[in-house]
């Protein structure tokens, strides 16, 4: 595991490598499918985990899809790496009390609420990755 860089030089997004990736790293425009799991710091409380559901989120960098902590953080990533990213309030959800939660997810999160990822990036693209369709048995 690496140390703490902080990658807004005011302490407001910082990374911990904990795998280091050798992939292409995002740009402005950039696809980007990625796990997470998403919790509160001070907290227990754990408002997202894609790994748990089998299910990676892909947004689009630069577009504003996300909380702009993210966006910065992926601009720091490779594929394939592992990082724990911490995002204090003003690059997450500010004051601002967030009772949909995380893309939707259903967990409320606080106003000032400090966000820690632990987050691995699986896929960066210039093209959204078709999403494979699983029909079931009737």
Same mark, same amino acid.
């Given at each position: 595991?690496?140390?703490?860089?902080?990658?807004?030089?005011?302490? =407001?997004?910082?990374?911990?490598?904990?795998?280091? =990736?050798?992939?292409?790293? $995002?740009?402005? =425009?950039?696809?980007?499918?990625?796990?997470?799991?998403?919790? *509160?710091?001070?907290? !227990?409380?754990?408002?997202?985990?894609?790994?748990?559901?089998?299910? $990676?989120?892909?947004? #689009?960098?630069?577009? !504003?899809?996300?909380?702009?902590?993210? !966006?910065? %953080?992926?601009?720091?990533?490779?594929?394939?790496?592992? %990082?724990?990213?911490? *995002? %204090? $309030? #003003?690059?997450?959800?500010?004051?601002?009390?967030? #009772?949909?939660?995380?893309? =939707?997810?259903?967990?409320?999160?606080?106003?000032?609420?400090?966000?820690?990822?632990?987050?691995?990036?699986?896929?960066?693209?210039?093209?959204?990755? $078709?999403?494979?369709?699983?029909? !079931? %048995?009737?």
């Amino acid at each position: 595991t690496g140390r703490m860089q902080d990658l807004t030089g005011d302490g =407001g997004v910082c990374k911990q490598i904990i795998t280091p =990736g050798d992939g292409t790293t $995002p740009t402005e =425009g950039s696809y980007v499918t990625f796990h997470f799991l998403g919790t *509160i710091e001070g907290s !227990e409380t754990i408002f997202e985990d894609t790994y748990k559901k089998g299910k $990676p989120l892909t947004l #689009q960098c630069g577009k !504003e899809q996300t909380i702009s902590g993210l !966006e910065l %953080a992926f601009f720091s990533l490779k594929e394939g790496e592992t %990082a724990m990213i911490k *995002i %204090a $309030p #003003q690059y997450g959800f500010g004051s601002y009390d967030n #009772q949909h939660g995380f893309h =939707g997810s259903g967990v409320p999160i606080p106003g000032n609420s400090t966000l820690i990822f632990n987050l691995q990036l699986l896929d960066v693209s210039l093209e959204v990755q $078709p999403t494979k369709i699983v029909s !079931e %048995a009737t």
